[in-house]
């Protein structure tokens, strides 16, 4: 079993910045994957950005160069540092692990970006 815990999310204007936190209830190095999604009204959950347990990162195209997905070894914490937000990143964002073959969510943390 993994408990996921996201903070991070809130209003913020176009052009800004938030970082959100993951924190996990066991050792991130037990962990085989993790990774961000989000969900907007009305649309799919889609994945934003994702870390390995080998360090390997990938992005999806609307956020690369803008996300930085890292991760804090000895807290068991995955980051996501998201810059230069738009309006269109407005969502819902869930933190995902991967672990021993089952899926694990977060509550989700809201993040609106005003224009």
């Known amino acids: 079993q993994v408990q996921l815990v996201e903070s991070g999310g809130g209003l913020v204007q176009a052009g800004g910045s938030l970082r959100l936190a993951c924190a996990t209830s066991?050792?991130?190095?037990?962990?085989?994957?993790m990774a961000w999604y989000r969900q907007a009204p009305g649309e799919q959950r889609e994945s934003v950005a994702a870390i390995s347990n080998g360090g390997t990162t990938s992005y999806a195209n609307s956020v690369k160069g803008r996300f930085t997905i890292s991760r804090d070894n000895a807290k068991n914490t995955v980051y996501l540092q998201m810059n230069s937000l738009k309006p269109e990143d407005t969502a819902i964002y869930y933190c995902y692990a991967r672990f021993r073959a089952f899926d694990y969510w977060g509550q989700g943390t809201q993040v609106t970006v005003s224009s």
């Open positions: 066991i050792s991130i190095f037990s962990i085989n994957a």
